[in-house]
């Protein structure tokens, strides 16, 4: 409980998950298990794995009431993930253009966000790089030791654990030893690994036994056929399957589509020249390697398109990778044209200095490609370049996200002025459960009008929402619903740092 006021004293951004990865942490050091208190009917989990809730814990064990503790750990992953990336593109490619899209990399408003938040993308893209190290040395090497499979195994039960989505490097892993010719007992391999993944899961699954739908699918997969209504229930009807099937369907029709060929017609060239060398860099290595990199990115860019509303986390893991694809596709062009050239008189000397003039275009522009491509990134984010290092930058990269302590003065107002049946209808209902321990629901939650009026009716309804679109929509129905009533009731509307606080009397007369 002092770790959650002093969270409200800081400026440290969180959101719901954040919230909860918080509860989950306090909950395991004060023996109440893996249990997340905001829903307790459903599984905790199965959408936060356990790796960072448990290092949240042991960080607020080693330096108690502190939220120094818990900055530094995922500063930490932070430092850990950028190394982790280095070392696996300084393998692919030179060690030059590695650091400069590393570097890249950790200027992102994506990186800054997520390496300063109580969130588990940069843990997962620090397992995942070294994953991936791993498998590229295993691949290379002419001798195939049992602890490099050992590790591998290891390392992907590691990620799996932190970020559901580090399912997809099993069967990349699988897919490219099985069609790699010359693999050193391949068999062994894919035999270690997988018993090491499938013993981590089933063990996970004996533990919290509710976690059976962990095989669905692979994750984010798995979404589409549970009802999201009702999480709780687990499987939906075979209609309600094919109506989230066409709902992500129309998601992108009416949502990605359009916003995709908005920024194309601003900044035609860039992205569209980005995009391209970046897939005949990864078709190239594809059809030559068919390694478990190019398969990763294949079945992690398949699950993103069927869990469209996590594009602009989930991509941060694999967007290192997506650059290199870049830079490659650009080299490959060079070489290609530089081959087809006339012979000039420089490519007819002999020696290293023959050699060093022949790969200097080649390296020149692969140099202008790394900087194309770090505009076209910068480009990209939804924030002046100007405001990257600016305390508002990761604000503005998540539209309209709360501060900690909004959201807690809120609740802490809630729990001093509302009885204990009171309802309280949020965009953020982890936090307000936590503070005010009243009944929260979130947005996604089912309530209907008539749930509204009834609670208001009783005078226990009281809202708290953010102005962000979707919010205002909502705000103006549940306003509507209310207005109709004579009930005593409270809604809180937010506008960035401002609270509006505004009660009906009972007397049909509304106050603020």
């Known amino acids: 409980s002092s770790v959650m006021l002093r969270v409200v004293n800081s400026s440290f951004p969180a959101d719901l ?3 909860r990865y918080l509860m989950l942490a306090q909950n395991l050091l004060t023996g109440q298990g893996y249990v997340d208190n905001y829903k307790p009917l459903a599984s905790a989990h199965t959408k936060f794995p356990p790796v960072l809730p448990c290092t949240l814990a042991l960080a607020m064990w080693i ?7 818990m900055k530094l750990t995922i500063a930490g992953f932070g430092l850990l993930a950028l190394v982790a990336t280095y070392l696996v593109l300084s393998r692919l490619i030179a060690p030059l253009p590695a650091s400069i899209i590393t570097i890249v990399i950790s200027c992102q408003v994506a990186f800054l966000s997520y390496s300063q938040r109580l969130m588990s993308e940069t843990p997962y893209l620090f397992f995942s790089m070294l994953t991936i190290l791993l498998v590229l040395r295993r691949f290379d090497s002419n001798e195939a030791k049992a602890w490099q499979d050992v590790g591998i195994g290891f390392l992907m039960s590691l990620a799996i ?9 099993l069967p990349a892993l699988l897919a490219s030893a099985l069609l790699r010719r010359g693999l ?26 509710v976690a059976t739908h962990r095989f669905l699918p692979i994750y984010g997969t798995f979404l589409i ?38 920024n194309l017609a601003r900044v035609p060239l860039l992205p569209t020249f980005f995009i391209t060398f970046m897939l005949v860099g990864w078709l190239a290595r594809l059809v030559r390697y068919r390694g478990a990199l190019e398969f990763y990115v294949l079945f992690y860019v398949l699950i993103l398109l069927a869990w469209p509303w996590c594009f602009d986390r989930f991509l941060l893991p694999v967007a290192p990778i997506l650059l290199f694809y870049f830079v490659h596709g650009v080299t490959l062009a060079t070489q290609g044209v530089w081959a087809v050239l006339p012979r000039l008189p420089w490519r007819s000397m002999s020696g290293r200095r023959a050699r060093g003039r022949a790969r200097a275009p080649t390296g020149l522009l692969s140099a202008v490609s790394i900087v194309l491509g770090s505009l076209m990134l910068l480009a990209s984010v939804p924030v002046p370049i100007t405001l990257l290092w600016s305390d508002n930058a990761r604000q503005r990269f998540n539209r309209y996200p709360p501060k900690f302590s909004e959201l807690f003065n809120a609740a802490r107002w809630i729990a001093g002025h509302t009885p204990a049946s009171a309802v309280i209808l949020t965009t953020q209902a ?3 459960y936590m503070i005010s321990k009243r009944k929260s629901f979130g947005p996604r939650d089912v309530l209907s009008t008539k749930m509204y009026r009834t609670a208001a009716q009783k005078g226990n309804l009281f809202v708290i929402q953010r102005t962000s679109p979707s919010d205002v929509a909502a705000s103006r129905r ?5 207005l109709r009533t004579k009930a005593h009731w409270h809604v809180v509307f937010k506008t960035g740092s401002t609270s509006v606080i505004a009660q009906n009397t009972g007397d049909g007369r509304a106050g603020r």
């Open 17 to 19: 998950d954040a919230a």
């Open 63 to 69: 330096v108690p009431n502190s939220l120094v503790a």
């Open 161 to 169: 654990m932190t970020r559901a989505i580090g399912l997809v490097l």
């Open 184 to 209: 050193h007992k391949k068999w062994r391999l894919a035999l270690i690994v997988s018993l090491m993944v499938l013993a981590t899961e089933a063990g996970w699954m004996v533990r919290n036994t």
């Open 225 to 262: 056929f549970r009802d999201r209504n009702h999480p709780e229930a687990g499987l939906a009807r075979p209609t309600d399957i094919f109506h989230r099937a066409s709902h992500n369907i129309g998601f992108y029709r009416n949502n990605v589509i359009p916003a995709a060929l908005s």
């Open 430 to 432: 982890a936090p307000c």
């Open 478 to 482: 549940i306003a509507a619903a209310l």
